[in-house]
């Protein structure tokens, strides 16, 4: 059985990644190459030649096709063989190559990794802050090497920003929250609320107010492998809630982990946020900060990876901090264990 969820949208690259030269990069165990067409649409398929298997993404564009490197096929963007090696030779149809559906929504484009006939663009995870024209939104791209399901424990547990961020974004009041979880069909809530607090330096910068302000962090996991953290501050007296807090500056930090195999991931990292947001100067220093803050997330995850593949007789203990963490797990595992029921249903 798989680790991950089958029968969904996964994030292939970010938007502005994927152009006419062939981007290779494997999605759920599978290699796969992504370019655009003349129109710009993009075309997914698998990154082996039919023939001799070279990976496709070596080879050279013509058109909307792609020559293989090695012996010349030319394969078109629908996957189907359009000339063989030999010029001479006859073009035999039945040579293709799997081609897989794509979409491009919230500035990412998205892979459907299932049953083909099952992909549906209204399934893409709703990451609105991501798209919506009064917020703005930038982001990286990281290799890891862990398995993707360490990134979630990770980001639905704020705890560690204590030691992991020491020097970054560590806030005591963090630790002395309560926090609340809970699952909603496919999502888990972790939230903390941090009534009447001094507004952390870069908080106070955003609201451009002094006093006393309302402090929320609230992470949301969205099957199959996003992360969305809500965070932000508003006046004390202003009205916010934990449901309801547009009353002062907010945040989205917007996580997506897409597995490459079972213990590596492609992580796409970014930051949404409803203030300054003509202000390209922040942008871009917020974008180089979060790439510093996540790059120890990093190096902690592949150093727990590397841990747990030299210690296979021990195993991974979950205490209160980890509740999000543990719930986004069986909201994962019950999805792969239903899609694994329907895969037998019918094959039955
Ligand atoms: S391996 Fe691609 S044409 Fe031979
Ligand atoms: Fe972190």
Redesign the pocket.
């Known amino acids: 059985m798989s680790t991950w969820i089958n029968n969904s949208w996964y994030v292939a690259g970010w938007d502005s990644e994927i152009d006419q030269a062939p981007v290779a990069r494997t999605i759920c165990g599978v290699p796969m190459m992504f370019y655009r067409r003349l129109d710009r649409s993009v075309v997914a398929m698998r990154d082996a030649c039919p023939h001799r298997l070279l990976p496709l993404s070596m080879g050279l564009r013509e058109g909307d096709s792609i020559r293989c490197r090695y012996h010349g096929l030319k394969i078109g963007s629908d996957g189907v063989a359009e000339e063989m090696p030999l010029k001479t030779d006859a073009v035999n149809k039945r040579i293709c190559t799997e081609t897989f559906a794509v979409a491009e929504k919230h500035r990412f484009v998205w892979v459907w990794i299932g049953e083909k006939e099952k992909a549906d663009p209204a399934l893409i995870p709703d990451l609105w802050p991501c798209s919506r024209e009064d917020w703005t939104f930038d982001g990286g791209y990281y290799h890891i090497k862990c398995d993707y399901r360490l990134m979630i424990d990770?980001?639905m547990d704020l705890t560690?920003?204590t030691y992991?961020?020491a020097g970054s974004i560590g806030q005591p009041e963090i630790m002395e929250a309560p926090l609340e979880s809970s699952v909603d069909g496919n999502n888990v809530y972790l939230s903390r609320w941090m009534p009447g607090i001094d507004a952390p330096p870069f908080w106070r910068g955003a609201l451009k107010k002094e006093g006393l302000v309302d402090r929320w962090q609230i992470c949301r996991f969205l099957a199959p492998s996003a992360v969305m953290i809500d965070v932000g501050v508003a006046p004390v007296g202003a009205g916010a809630t934990i449901e309801n807090h547009d009353q002062g500056v907010r945040g989205m930090v917007v996580d997506f982990m897409t597995p490459e195999t079972e213990n590596t991931h492609h992580y796409f990292w970014g930051m949404a946020r409803n203030f300054d947001i003509e202000d390209k100067g922040f942008t871009a220093r917020f974008k180089r900060q979060q790439g510093g803050?996540?790059a120890?997330?990093k190096e902690i995850l592949e150093a727990q990876q590397a841990a747990i593949i030299a210690n296979p007789d021990l195993r991974l203990n979950a205490y209160n901090i980890d509740q999000g963490g543990v719930r986004a797990r069986q909201v994962i595992n019950r999805l792969i264990r239903e899609g694994t029921a329907m895969e037998q249903e019918a094959k039955a």
């Open positions: 990770n980001l560690h920003e992991v961020h803050v996540f120890e997330d």
